[in-house]
């Protein structure tokens, strides 16, 4: 299957986890992949693996919180492809901090990048889109945590709220230049992000107790990276062509038990 074969794709965070499988995924559909993040050697690794399996991947580095970053990013793609179709909004950062002992530099991080970031790559991507008059779809990876409260989450879940806020209204204006938004709400997926002090999340006690042996997510695991790849493939592609400003859970049935 090559429901992407000539299109471009830009994944941010796209060097490791959810955002690497989504590149992967939409590369071995036919596009043509770009990832971002601000480790080059991690990104470069990245890349290596992508094109190893003969897929067409580049890495550029760069920060989604900058402006000027996002400009020269947006402005190397324009110069490099002459196009950009789909944009998955997947970089994220996790600052664990009690309310009354929150930093505004701690606080301002977790925003600069979820919401800033999306908001800068979504005004960039849409304004290349609408330039060529392309059908183009951006996705908004973002967390069940965005209508949730979790202790010491509040900077996160409040960003992630932020998020799907942003994608129900860029997918209201962008429609009528051709551009679909639309947001994944994840659960407990296995990334780099949900291992804490060298131990994974989900082959904890709490969790084996919790979320398995109780049932608390209906599947009785986490997720695995693929799994939201697929989703996001399917937001970016054909198949979704009347879906617009939706959030879609992708939690193995977490977001429905008590």
Request: proline share 2%; glycine share 10%; hydrophobic share 45%.
């Amino acid at each position: 299957m090559n429901r992407f074969e000539g299109k471009v794709a830009f994944i941010t965070g796209g060097a490791t986890g959810v955002g690497y499988a989504t590149a992967a995924r939409l590369a071995s559909e036919g596009a043509a992949v770009i990832i971002t993040g601000r480790r080059a050697d991690v990104g470069h690794q990245a890349e290596a693996a992508l094109r190893a399996q003969g897929f067409k991947a580049q890495f550029i580095a760069g920060d989604v919180s900058d402006e000027q970053s996002v400009a020269a990013m947006f402005a190397q793609i324009e110069e490099t492809y002459g196009r950009l179709d789909i944009l998955v909004n997947n970089a994220a950062t996790f600052e664990p901090m009690q309310f009354l002992g929150a930093n505004m530099k701690d606080w301002r991080k977790v925003f600069d990048i979820i919401v800033n970031g999306t908001f800068l790559c979504t005004q960039a991507a849409a304004r290349l889109m609408a330039s060529q008059g392309t059908k183009g779809a951006i996705i908004n990876v973002s967390s069940i945590n965005s209508s949730r409260a979790l202790e010491e989450s509040s900077s996160y879940n409040a960003a992630k709220g932020a998020m799907d806020q942003l994608t129900r209204n860029t997918a209201l204006e962008l429609i009528n230049v051709g551009i679909r938004v639309n947001s994944v709400a994840l659960g407990f997926i296995e990334t780099p992000m949900s291992v804490v002090d060298g131990v994974k999340e989900h082959e904890t006690d709490w969790f084996q107790d919790i979320y398995v042996a109780r049932g608390k997510i209906a599947q009785r695991r986490q997720g695995q990276p693929e799994e939201v790849a697929g989703v996001i493939a399917f937001l970016a592609s054909v198949d979704a062509s009347y879906m617009c400003g939706a959030v879609i859970p992708v939690d193995g049935g977490l977001s429905i038990t008590f």
